[in-house]
């Protein structure tokens, strides 16, 4: 059984970083693409970014476009979501997801996803 965990949460001021931290337990790592996704009080999930297996294609929601960006450590077994010039609206529960497929084409809907992590909170304010 896959298991995540999501890291590195937490209150942050208006306009500055922060980067979170997916941890999978399980060797063939590798072969899954991983999804990041948030949930703000009262609001649906909403993909944020996803990477495939290899790392060689990535993809944003417009809303966080040209400043967060993901990426992946496989002898780590880690993705990374670094989020730059946070804004108050970025505030949600982050999650990390993981598909056994390599590359997920509409991977910014959560229904394509297998696995999910318990979630960290991001909290932006100043």
């Known amino acids: 059984q896959l298991q995540l965990v999501e890291s590195g949460g937490g209150l942050v001021q208006p306009g500055g970083p922060l980067r979170l931290s997916c941890a999978a337990s399980?060797?063939?790592?590798?072969?899954?693409?991983i999804g990041w996704f948030r949930q703000a009080p009262g609001k649906e999930r909403e993909g944020v970014s996803c990477?495939?297996?290899?790392?060689?294609?990535?993809k944003y929601a417009d809303s966080v476009k040209g400043r967060f960006t993901i990426s992946r450590d496989n002898a780590k077994n880690t993705v990374y979501l670094q989020m730059n010039s946070l804004k108050p609206e970025d505030t949600a529960v982050y999650y990390c997801?993981?598909?056994?497929?390599?590359?997920?084409?509409?991977?910014?809907?959560?229904?394509?996803?297998?696995?999910w992590g318990q979630g960290t909170q991001v909290t932006v304010s100043s």
């Open positions: 997801a993981a598909s056994r497929l390599s590359l997920v084409r509409r991977c910014l809907e959560a229904e394509e996803w297998d696995s």
């Open positions: 399980l060797f063939t790592f590798d072969y899954y693409a």
């Open positions: 990477i495939s297996s290899s790392g060689s294609s990535t």
